[in-house]
């Protein structure tokens, strides 16, 4: 099992409301309709556990087939549109890959 893990923060000049509207009616659906990808999820981070600001304001959760079946669904067009609206609102995120032990 395969998930990948991706950390961001928005851009200092995105709208949050417009950001979350375009995850829940755009980037969840069409990423969860991929052969690829088993659940996607988006996520909101509420804090740090015992108190504090997280250091990033979005989490996604994608469990996948496998890192080269997504690649291969994440070439297509309406993927690539999605990745580019994605760019827009996300500040550098971190794309990180894992294996389950």
Do not use: C, H
């Not at 995850?23 to 556990?49: C, E, H, I, W």
């Not at 979005?58 to 309406?78: F, H, K, N, P, R």
């Amino acid at each position: 099992m395969t998930k990948i893990v991706v950390l961001f923060n928005l851009k200092d000049d995105a709208n949050v409301k417009e950001y979350e509207n375009w995850a829940r009616t755009t980037d969840l659906p069409t990423v969860n309709a991929l052969a690829s990808v088993n659940q996607f999820s988006v996520l909101k981070s509420s804090g740090l556990l015992g108190g504090g600001d997280a250091p990033y304001q979005y989490i996604e959760i994608l469990d996948i087939a496998s890192i080269e079946s997504l690649m291969e669904d994440a070439s297509s067009d309406t993927m690539q549109q999605v990745a580019s609206e994605f760019n827009r609102f996300a500040d550098n995120p971190l794309f990180i890959t894992t294996d389950a032990l």
